[in-house]
């Protein structure tokens, strides 16, 4: 199935299973992203991905005291809004924690006015005109690498930033709440569309839903485990994302795949908090059944190898 869903857009691309893309040229000088490594992400993937994932994420992922940002999204489902959209070749997976790097003019102009009012800011950048002025909310979508722009992104809310001398700003921003794009209002100097903002489609509390997330959380366990075995790393501690609810488990899984940003989009567009450990079910246990073939195969070359010592 196509990342890419449906999406208000002349001249739309080939339809597909889950409707058509957004195409998009690819400039030169996009804002990107920092890295901000945590302590054992980079031997989570390449423990869970197999051949996958040689290096940390990309992405933060916040720790299970997110209640406040539950809170903003239970006020945003169903609502339609326009925001400025900053496509970027990374996947706002939900609740994470998105480090950015702006020195683009275009959106040097589009955050200074994001943060109009807040402290450290370039005031002569701000355009007071804009409907989202002050608002420290924009929209980030995944483009992948034809430049075609996926139309189910993610609202982005500024936490922190920090202007440098030259005009530069880091922004920390997190990942709020999902949203599908209805309409392009405008495509210069930054684009611009009318979002709707989605909801999931299950109840997080829902017996079911619950053992299957711990169904999931002990199958990533014992692959972690294995993989890093087999790499003669020591057993990891468990992480304490394995604590979250279902939904925001289900998430943070999904950041677990860095070097797979179209596998992480598709597990973003799906509404089902079920269907989305389901998805991540089947990955786990590939990646697993790909490690016993490691470990068999490891060993039997060490076998081989003590009966010709022997010899």
């Given at each position: 199935?196509?990342?890419?869903a449906t999406v208000v857009i002349p001249p739309a691309g080939l339809p597909s299973p889950r409707g058509g893309v957004m195409p998009r040229g690819r400039g030169k000088g996009c804002a990107g992203p920092g890295c901000v490594p945590r302590r054992g992400c980079g031997k989570i993937a390449r423990a869970t991905q197999g051949e996958r994932g040689s290096r940390a994420r990309r992405v933060g992922f916040l720790s299970p005291a997110t209640s406040r940002i539950k809170?903003?999204?239970?006020?945003?489902?169903?609502?339609?809004?326009?925001?400025?959209?900053?496509?970027l070749g990374l996947v706002p997976v939900l609740f994470s924690s998105i480090p950015l790097h702006i020195f683009e003019a275009?959106?040097?102009?589009?955050?200074?006015?994001?943060?109009?009012?807040?402290?450290?800011?370039?005031?002569?950048?701000v355009n007071h005109e804009l409907d989202y002025v002050g608002t420290k909310q924009f929209g980030l979508c995944y483009v992948d690498k034809e430049g075609n722009i996926a139309s189910v992104g993610a609202?982005?809310?500024?936490?922190?930033?920090?202007?440098?001398?030259?005009?530069?700003?880091?922004?920390?921003?997190?990942?709020?709440?999902?949203?599908?794009?209805?309409?392009v209002v405008e495509q210069r100097p930054v684009l611009v569309c009318e979002v709707e903002f989605l909801e999931e489609t299950d109840v997080e509390d829902d017996g079911e839903i619950k053992a299957l997330a711990s169904d999931v959380g002990d199958l990533f366990m014992k692959t972690l485990k294995l993989g890093l075995s087999i790499d003669g790393v020591a057993e990891p501690e468990v992480p304490e994302q394995m604590t979250l609810p279902p939904t925001q488990f289900s998430y943070w899984l999904a950041t677990l795949f860095p070097k797979d940003p179209d596998q992480q989009q598709m597990l973003l567009q799906i509404d089902s908090t079920k269907d989305r450990l389901e998805r991540e079910k089947e990955i786990f246990q590939a990646t697993y059944n790909y490690h016993l073939a490691r470990s068999s195969i490891k060993s039997a070359f060490n076998d081989t190898s003590t009966s010709e010592g022997s010899d």
């Open positions: 199935a196509s990342i890419m809170i903003r999204c239970e006020a945003l489902k169903g609502e339609k809004r326009t925001v400025p959209i900053f496509p275009r959106y040097r102009v589009l955050f200074n006015t994001l943060l109009a009012g807040e402290k450290a800011i370039d005031e002569g950048l609202l982005l809310e500024i936490e922190q930033h920090q202007q440098l001398e030259d005009g530069r700003l880091f922004v920390q921003s997190t990942s709020i709440q999902r949203f599908k794009v209805l309409d």
